[in-house]
């Protein structure tokens, strides 16, 4: 899911109180399992490799961007570190308290898709002021080709706001495995290459950051998940 900002949003030291939202730290033993599981499963069906593990800070406020062309990159993108992840979900799936519980322990939110702009930016604030790691893919819907177009700056956005790292991600093989429009996936290799993080830009004296100043660190995320992309395509030999 994307997190937009919009022009009426102001420079990134605008205030908002973050949503109502507790955010789950713990390696709860559903986590440890579902983790292991898709573990598995990107090892054995995908033969998903890593290059530059490493570079994903241990602690601290982390947003994951990666590049975005198949469903099942959720998925693979949980191979860059060991970590705990949390993602958005719709909030109609927390219409059912257990399930809504279940959600919670495996690193989901909830996002209301009537604002889901400001109310995803509340919640994922959340997140990382608890120190946590977000998967946020900037290029917010799967899309298709070689090139990586304009991206949304909620990234951006919400590491001048809390301070977070950005790290991209480029993944090649994933298209093969599962094109959008298709149900199953099927196995093939894939590759994750981790770029060098993305340092939040500094606050002003007045404690805000510019827009101008979100603008580049956009612009810089989307020069490297575009070659973070190409290099990981080229060690799959498909994308």
């Keep these: ?11 990134a030291g605008t205030d908002f109180s973050p949503g109502e939202v507790d955010v789950d730290t713990r390696f709860t033993p559903i986590y440890r399992v579902l983790r292991l599981g898709v573990r598995g499963l990107n090892r054995l069906l995908f033969r998903a490799t890593v290059e530059g593990a490493a570079l994903v800070p241990a602690e601290g406020p982390v947003i994951i961007a990666p590049i975005h062309r198949s469903f099942i ?10 970590r705990k992840l949390h993602y958005m979900a719709k909030d109609s799936l927390w219409k059912r308290p257990r399930f809504g519980r279940f959600l919670l322990s495996i690193g989901a939110f909830p996002v209301h898709r009537e604002s889901a702009d400001r109310e995803a930016l509340r919640r994922a604030q959340n997140v990382l002021e608890a120190g946590e790691v977000l998967i946020l893919f900037p290029e917010g819907s799967r899309r298709s080709g070689e090139t990586v177009g304009e991206l949304h700056e909620g990234a951006a956005f919400l590491a001048a706001r809390t301070g977070a790292t950005i790290v991209p991600v480029g993944i090649g093989g994933t298209v093969s495995v599962m094109p959008k429009g298709t149900r199953y996936p099927r196995p093939s290799k894939v590759h994750l290459i981790v770029g060098e993080p993305l340092v939040a830009p500094a606050r002003s004296a007045s404690g805000r950051v510019p827009r101008s ?22 060690t799959t030999g498909h994308p």
């Design 1 to 11: 899911m994307a997190v937009n900002t919009s022009s009426d949003a102001g420079d």
């Design 73 to 82: 990159d959720f998925f693979v993108v949980s191979e860059v570190t060991r």
């Design 213 to 234: 100043q979100v603008h580049q660190l956009t612009e810089d995320l989307r020069a490297s998940i575009q070659d973070l992309y190409q290099r990981a395509v080229a």
